[in-house]
């Protein structure tokens, strides 16, 4: 690698991070360090707690699908008020504030005048927490405006789609004291949090190697004319790259301590072409439908490499296109053995039956997290995504009611998002080695773990 070439300016940077098509260069390895921080000497809010209180007060933005759904999980959670509730689209505030007052609570404020109504929303001084489920362009925004009025606040994934957003996150979680979480559900799985106390307790040996996705066809859900197909399809018009590398990657990051004693370094991107979406609209779109207008360019399987400080290699892929089941692969690979779920199974070296998978039931009972022991039934019952999102929110809210320091935070949102950017900007340039930023500024080395 030539040191001049690896040093491009943050301008040119961020530039080829915005947009796709830009030339090649004879660089091995792209610099996202130029991108780095501003200026301000802002403190760390790693080992911030939460101030304790006993009842959390939460606002919401967006309660289209995915901010009721969680709206229900927070309501069958004591000590949990919703005051005030926005979206642009009235009903949806209605709808949602009949669910808080058939869970008993007072009818909330409604915000639904419009696109930036969220403002007066995050002004009122009865929020702790503002909990944002709107489309992608609006998190950062969003995020900012709560942050901007002293409200803790947690967004849906991905938390930012560019470089420079993942930086305003940290710059103005930090500028405000307050945490900014992202709101990644998959953390709290049975699978994930389960293996985390196994990854613990030493059972896999030292980590080598992780491969972790988001393969889940979406054509139908993308195509409709309400929910996501409103918005969701537009970003296969604007970027090439992993579009919504969170669920996957957050518990990978919890498996290998990532921002807490490794970090990712750099990525690698290839994208596959892109036939899915045109091929459904083919069969299932009229030829007089304005969607025939549009141009895809989101490569149907994007696959990434991270390489970590630490040596790890970490497989990323991305694929909503095309016919297949679901699958967050989740595989996780170390000294003594490796697990894969879809579906779960195991191997340790030594086990009976040689070189075989065998599945995890004998290691459930031992290795099960205390929270889906003790919050599991209530999980399954309620049911989001096989209870968790209950969990996510239960631990959110014991984290606000407790004064405890969050299990995720505004370092997690940068890091886990940042890998739609920089695959980006590596796909861009015929695949070539983009530098991670070190968002926590070298706090990484010196962090405590997280426990399941
Ligand atoms: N974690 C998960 O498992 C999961 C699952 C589904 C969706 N999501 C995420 O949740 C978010 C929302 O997805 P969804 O499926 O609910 O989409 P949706 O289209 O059903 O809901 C988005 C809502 O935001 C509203 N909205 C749009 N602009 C707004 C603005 N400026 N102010 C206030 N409201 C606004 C829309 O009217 C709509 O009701 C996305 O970020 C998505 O990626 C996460």
Redesign the pocket.
Known sequence: MSDQNSKISRRELLKAAGIAGVGLTTSHLIDAHAAQRNPSKNATMIGVKFEPRDVVRLGI???????TDVLGEFLAIDKVVVNAV????KD?CLRAAQLIEKAGQKTPGIYADG????ERLVARDDLDFVYI????E??VP?VLAALKNGKHVGT???AAYTLEDCWNIVNASEAARRHCLI????CYDHSETTVLNMVRAGLLGDLVHGECAYNHDLREILFEDK??G???RRHHTLRDSNL?PT?GLGPMAMYMDINRGDRFDHIVSMSSTHLGLETYRKEHVPSIDPKWKEVYKTGDYNTSIIKTARGRTIMLQHNVSTPRPYDRINLIQGTKGIFRDYPPRIFIEGQEGGHTWTTLDKFKEQYESSLWKKQGEMARKLGG?GGM?YLMCYRLVQCLREGLEPDIDVYDAAAWSVPGPLSQLSVARGSMAVKFPDFTSGHWERRGKING
């Not at 696109?115 to 969220?118: A, H, L, N, T």
């Not at 709101?183 to 998959?186: G, S």
């Open positions: 933005i967006g309660v289209g699908l995915r901010g926005c979206d642009v689209v949806k696109e930036r109504d969220f489920a709107t489309p992608w609006w998190h969003q849906e994934v991905p709101m990644e559900n998959c929910d996501e409103l918005w969701r919504y669920h995504h999102d």
